[in-house]
C-alpha cells in the first residue's frame, strides 16, 4: 500500500513551527482528524516494520531531490514525526510504544537521523512564555 504522503505532509514546514500551546493544541486537533486515517495500514499492520518501511520510502519519494532529501526538508520532517506523527500514535493506539519503537529505528535509519518521541502532554507542558523571545515561564 502507498501512503498519501502529500496529504500527510501537507503545509509541514508551516506546521513543524510551533510556538505555542494553544497553536499545537489546534494542529494537532487537526492532524488527528485530517491526516491520522491515513496511518491505518501502519498501525493496524501485523508486520508494522514493513510498514515503516514502506512509509519511509514513500517519504523520501515524495521529498527528495537529486537523489537525496534536503537538509531543511529533513530537519521539517522530523519535527512534523515528533509533535504530530508520535505523540498522535502513543495517544491513539494501545499498542503505540511498541508502533513508535518501530517505526522510529527504521526512520532513523532510512533517513539517518537520530530521532525520538514523546507523548503528547510531555511536548504541550514544554512550551514557554516568551517576551522579546526571552524564555519567561510556562504558557
Not at 521539517?76 to 522510529?104: A, H, S, W
Not at 533517513?111 to 512550551?127: M, Q, R, V
Request: aromatic share 18%; with cysteine; charged share 25%.
Amino acid at each position: 500500500m502507498s501512503y498519501n504522503v502529500n496529504k500527510i505532509f501537507e503545509d509541514v514546514v508551516y506546521l513543524s513551527k510551533v510556538h505555542s500551546k494553544s497553536s499545537y493544541e489546534s494542529n494537532t486537533n487537526r492532524f488527528k482528524e485530517e491526516r491520522y486515517p491515513e496511518f491505518s495500514n501502519l498501525v493496524k499492520a501485523d508486520d508494522v516494520a514493513a510498514e515503516s518501511q514502506k512509509f519511509c520510502e514513500d517519504v523520501f519519494i515524495a521529498f527528495k531531490k537529486f537523489g537525496k532529501v534536503r537538509a531543511a526538508d529533513l530537519m521539517n520532517l522530523n519535527y512534523f514525526m515528533i509533535y504530530y506523527v508520535f505523540p498522535t500514535i502513543l495517544c491513539e493506539e494501545q499498542e503505540g510504544k511498541v508502533i513508535c519503537d518501530t517505526l522510529r529505528d527504521t526512520w532513523n535509519s532510512y533517513f539517518k537521523s537520530n530521532i525520538n518521541y514523546a507523548d503528547y502532554n510531555t511536548l504541550y507542558e514544554g512550551f514557554q512564555t516568551k517576551i522579546f523571545g526571552i524564555p519567561v515561564g510556562k504558557n
